[in-house]
Nanobody
Framework: VQLQASGGGLVQSGGSLRLSCVAT????????LAWYRQAPGKERNLVAS????????TYAESVKGRFTISRDDDKNTVFLQMNNLKPDDTAVYYC????????????WGVGTLVTVSS
């Protein structure tokens, strides 16, 4: 399984970015996808997740109403639309894919940096 994230960059406070993560060699359609982020000197935390068939989504309280996670199973891609960005959203964002096959299989992509200037 390989995950390739893109879409990070520098944006002003109040701006928007859309992150994408393409998965290869994975049972994408039956996987749960998620975005995590890690700010300098802090732990990696869940931002949003989406289950297979988009049955359920979960968001961190700090991003509710501003971020939207979605998936395109035909393109093996998960997205994170980020609106009304704040300086506190500055972090490296990582996509995550997990599924159950003889136990929980968990995979991470290389992060993409999001910097929000005030």
């Amino acid at each position: 399984v390989q995950l390739q994230a893109s879409g990070g960059g520098l944006v002003q406070s109040g701006g928007s970015l859309r992150l994408s993560c393409v998965a290869t060699n994975s049972p994408f359609s039956r996987s749960t996808l998620a975005w995590y982020r890690q700010a300098p000197g802090k732990e990696r935390n869940l931002v949003a997740s989406i289950t297979s068939l988009s049955t359920s989504t979960t968001y961190a309280e700090s991003v509710k109403g501003r971020f939207t996670i979605s998936r395109d199973d035909d393109k093996n891609t998960v997205f994170l639309q980020m609106n009304n960005l704040k300086p506190d959203d500055t972090a490296v964002y990582y996509c995550n894919l997990n599924f159950r096959l003889m136990g929980l299989k968990n995979y991470w992509g290389v992060g993409t940096l999001v910097t929000v200037s005030s």
